[in-house]
């Protein structure tokens, strides 16, 4: 069966080492398993673009650009807000999304790529980076707050230093025991990220489901217009084929977290709400930016976040990034990401 050219994103069980920097790793949840090891970002440019409270990492996906040097080594990085009124219709401001690059030869890892088998790996201090840089103990971006008592552990701010000590550093401090092994709950499930290629399938019949018509409720028609009518029975009907095409399309892998098709484009669950190309700004290095992956609602059924109660919620994300992949040094470049909901009566 051929392949579209899409790679699909599925998540599965990891050792804790296979996570870690050194792999170069995709994954979901946990701390964020930095590529360069400088110009990390932290506060502001990490802080929610509603409350403005610090972010949590989400995922990373590892998508080195083959023929391109400087993007040997090449990670995007997602992160979100966890409180649920942040989470608009259609609002982006409560995530962020950040390119790291490196050449082959470069000053943090081995020219050759990383053993597949355990290397005996042994951790180094989680609350501090390679470089030197000081990392928040609760979500692992960093931190210059140090706890006013123990002067042994950091954070990102007065926020994560709050959840975290009513987690577990209420009972370290200034203590000789050892961190607690438990995550904290701020912290989404930590979970590698695998890829494979989609495989085209057999069409279906497009038949849709019910008379998009029909969701007019009856009592409104009289005070409706014809010419009214027409239009939200047109704008329905398109809707509900984008949505249809959506559900036909995920039906052979409903497990799917992640969809890669780099300068392809979107899986749209909805007509409304799609961006023209003129809507996507810029990079900073004034190239224009492509789509390259989007993040499935199943993500949120996998990190047990989907609830009828309020809960971060989106219906997909779409991650755009710079056409040429600019050279930004060693530094963290912002892209651009775009947040899609379903249409009220999905």
């Known amino acids: 069966m051929a392949e579209t050219g899409v790679a699909l994103g599925f998540l599965e069980e990891a050792e804790h080492w296979r996570l870690q920097s050194h792999q170069f790793p995709s994954k979901v949840g946990g701390k964020p398993a930095w590529l360069s090891q400088l110009d990390i970002p932290g506060l502001p440019e990490l802080a929610c673009g509603?409350?403005?409270?610090?972010?949590?990492?989400?995922?990373?996906?590892?998508?080195?650009?083959?023929?391109?040097?400087?993007?040997?080594?090449?990670?995007?990085f997602v992160f979100c807000c966890k409180t649920p009124d942040c989470y608009s219709r259609n609002d982006s401001r409560c995530l962020k999304v950040f390119r790291c690059q490196l050449p082959r030869r470069n000053d943090f890892y081995p020219y050759n790529p990383p053993s597949d088998e355990d290397p005996n790996w042994t951790e180094r201090d989680p609350g501090v980076h390679g470089s030197g840089v000081k990392l928040c103990k609760l979500c692992g971006c960093p931190g210059q707050k140090v706890c006013s008592k123990c002067h042994a552990v950091s954070y990102c701010s007065k926020e994560h230093q709050t959840i975290d000590w009513k987690h577990c550093h209420k009972k370290e401090c200034c203590k000789q025991v050892p961190s607690s092994a438990v995550p904290s709950p701020f912290l989404f499930p930590e979970l590698e990220l695998v890829t494979e290629p989609e495989e085209h399938q057999k069409e279906e019949s497009s038949q849709m489901v019910g008379d998009a018509q029909n969701n007019?409720?009856?009592?409104?028609?009289?005070?409706?217009?014809?010419?009214?009518?027409?239009?939200?029975?047109?704008?329905?009907?398109?809707?509900g084929k984008v949505f249809q095409k959506f559900k036909r399309r995920i039906a052979s892998e409903p497990h799917q977290v992640?969809?890669?098709?780099?300068?392809?484009?979107?899986?749209?669950?909805?007509?409304?709400?799609?961006?023209?190309?003129?809507?996507?700004?810029?990079?900073?290095?004034?190239?224009?930016?492509?789509?390259?992956?989007?993040?499935?609602?199943?993500?949120?059924?996998d990190l047990k976040v989907d609830s009828p109660d309020a809960s971060i919620d989106w219906g997909t994300l779409a991650v755009y990034t710079c056409a040429d992949s600019c050279d930004q040094g060693n530094k963290y470049s912002s892209e651009f990401i775009w947040k899609q909901d379903f249409t009220e009566q999905k």
């Open 50 to 76: 509603k409350c403005q409270l610090p972010t949590a990492f989400l995922l990373q996906v590892y998508a080195p650009i083959t023929g391109q040097d400087r993007s040997f080594h090449r990670t995007l």
């Open 258 to 301: 992640l969809r890669y098709f780099r300068d392809g484009s979107p899986l749209w669950i909805s007509s409304e709400h799609v961006p023209v190309e003129k809507g996507i700004p810029h990079c900073s290095c004034g190239s224009r930016r492509i789509f390259e992956f989007q993040v499935m609602p199943q993500l949120l059924n």
């Open 216 to 239: 007019v409720e009856c009592s409104s028609v009289d005070d409706l217009a014809e010419t009214e009518l027409e239009d939200m029975a047109m704008h329905e009907t398109e809707d």
